[in-house]
């Protein structure tokens, strides 16, 4: 990974839009830092299409959607894009499958979830499970004392062991039945919101992340971006980006964007 100060100039002033993961690559300990707000309103001042691409559940995608400056949201690990039309004054909904659908497999998932409760102690469902539309998440950091490698890993096996796709994101480890992921939906997305075939623009793009659930982000586009918290998870990652900011977390955010937007004048 090279240092963000090696960011090409003539990729950031060709440069459209930002896909950026939430947790801890947006927010530091949980909470969004002035820095990185203001980061996020300095992108649509440069008229910068900028949109999450996150684990977190509907709830808060439609609450991101409609009061962010952001051009849309990718939800629950790319269950689902939201996008709000201010001339209409409308959410626009998109579903990789219909939540009816979701909805028959619910009991599964949460049986399976209370499976992972009983077989591996300290972990719990996720806070925001209620918001929940298309997956469940085993909490093993945010509201929980933190568990161990190990301990993550048993969640995962369990997963693994009743066909369900999973991926861990710094604080939850996410389960859902569905061939997608952040990426599918992220190129959904472009081509019916942007207009955008992504495989063709993606040099045109910047993603910031910082864990595994983002590896897919990491190995398409040429310039991903980790936040200098992507080190914790260094050793399990199959695909790093190909640059690292200096700083963690929401300062990292704010300081990649800076040194983007500094690079256009």
């Known amino acids: 990974m090279k240092g963000i100060s090696s ?21 530091t300990s949980g909470k ?18 900028a949109v999450p691409i996150t684990g977190r559940p509907a709830g ?9 400056p952001v051009t849309g949201i990718v939800g629950e690990n790319g269950a689902f894009y939201f996008n709000y039309d201010v001339s209409w004054k409308k959410l626009n909904r998109r579903f990789f499958f219909s939540p009816d659908e979701a909805g028959r497999t619910r009991k599964k998932l949460l049986d ?7 077989a591996i102690p300290g972990t719990a469902f996720a806070s925001d499970q209620a918001y929940r539309l298309f997956d469940i998440a ?9 568990l161990s490698r190990d301990d993550v890993k048993k969640i995962c096996d369990i997963f693994a062991s009743h066909g369900v796709h999973h991926k861990v994101s710094s604080i939850h480890v996410n389960g859902w039945f569905g061939d997608y992921d952040k990426l599918t939906m992220t190129k959904i997305f472009s081509r019916e919101v942007l207009g955008l075939d992504l495989d063709a623009h993606k040099d045109r793009f910047v993603f910031l992340g910082d864990s595994p659930n983002d590896e897919p982000m990491f190995r398409f586009f040429p310039h991903a971006i980790g936040v200098a918290n992507i080190k914790d998870f260094s050793d399990i990652l ?3 980006p190909n640059y690292i900011t200096e700083k963690r ?8 964007i800076t040194k983007i937007l500094a690079l256009r004048t």
């Open 138 to 146: 085993i909490d093993f950091t945010e509201d929980v004392p933190s």
């Open 32 to 49: 969004i830092p002035l820095v990185s707000f203001s980061a996020l309103w300095e992108l649509s001042l440069h008229n910068i299409h």
């Open 249 to 256: 977390s929401g300062e990292g955010f704010a300081e990649a």
């Open 112 to 118: 399976i979830g209370e499976e992972i409760l009983k």
């Open 60 to 68: 808060w995608c439609d609450h991101i959607a409609r009061m962010w």
């Open 7 to 27: 960011f090409p100039r003539d990729a950031a002033r060709s440069l459209l839009g930002v896909f950026f993961d939430i947790d801890d690559t947006f927010t």
């Open 238 to 240: 199959a695909w790093l």
